[in-house]
């Protein structure tokens, strides 16, 4: 259900790196949660944001929800089909559901996030 090609963090926001560049996108946990979302709010191209710094939020029916960067990075790019199918996060939130590209500051982060085997055991604990 996790990729392991991801890592994970705690707020339930996955990356997946990519050499100097890392995708970021929430869980499937987190969009079950969430339930039907109706609205992403994306950042900028170009804003620098530190590791667990607000960037955004999704907007569901049942609450919205801040969106925190997994590691320190600079946007390089949003997935602007989320302004006009906020509905791809729930039906592909580890694939088309992504919603920021990061040019990766400091690459040692990343090895403070869990891998898939740990999130999932997370998720399952209840959390």
């Known amino acids: 259900m ?3 090609s991801c890592r994970y963090t705690k707020d339930h926001e996955w990356i997946r790196i990519e050499g100097e560049r890392g995708v970021v996108g929430i869980t499937h946990h987190a969009q079950s949660q969430l339930g039907e979302v109706v609205f992403v709010e994306l950042p900028e191209i ?4 530190k590791s667990g710094e607000s960037f955004g939020s999704v907007e569901s029916v049942k609450a919205v929800s801040d969106l925190y960067a997994p590691v320190s990075g600079e946007v390089v790019e949003v997935n ?4 006009k199918t906020p509905e791809t996060v729930n039906a592909d939130p580890h694939g ?3 919603m920021v590209v990061l040019r990766i500051l ?3 982060e990343a ?3 869990m891998d898939a085997a740990r999130y999932s055991d ?5 959390a």
């Open 122 to 126: 997370y998720v399952g604990a209840g």
């Open 2 to 4: 996790y990729p392991e």
């Open 111 to 113: 090895t403070t996030l």
């Open 80 to 83: 602007a089909a989320l302004g």
């Open 106 to 108: 400091d690459p040692d």
């Open 46 to 49: 170009g804003r620098t944001l």
């Open 96 to 98: 088309e559901g992504w």
